[in-house]
């Protein structure tokens, strides 16, 4: 079983299926918008979409309305090491798996 972190913002709990819960995945999807003092004011940062664990001075690029860039994707799906959930490898593939996955369509829906 993985580590679990409680704190303010985010409460991060084991299920049988994810060491995550789906409502936390949710929760803090949020955190990868808007972010970019959030993300600045930290040590770190980390991307769900390649999955890489960096410096939070490597950002250099963010959308007009704030939201961080991943400097090795350039997708918008960092989290800042303040966001209250944990910048392990394992949180940020559940959030890949949960927020990238892939849908396919059956022949003839």
């Known amino acids: 079983m993985f580590p679990t972190e409680n704190t303010a913002k985010g409460r991060v709990t084991a299920t049988a299926a994810s060491p995550f819960?789906?409502?936390?995945?949710?929760?803090?999807?949020?955190h990868s918008s808007?972010?970019?003092?959030e993300v600045q004011r930290g040590p770190s940062a980390g991307c769900f979409h390649c999955l890489k664990i960096f410096a939070s001075s490597e950002v250099a690029e963010w959308l007009a309305d704030g939201t961080v860039l991943c400097p090795y994707c350039d997708i918008d799906s960092v989290l800042g090491s303040l966001s209250g959930y944990p910048l392990t490898m394992d949180f940020l593939l559940a959030m890949k798996k949960h927020w990238f996955r892939k849908i396919s369509l059956q022949q003839g829906e």
């Open 34 to 37: 808007h972010n970019v003092e």
């Open 21 to 30: 819960s789906e409502e936390d995945l949710v929760m803090a999807h949020p």
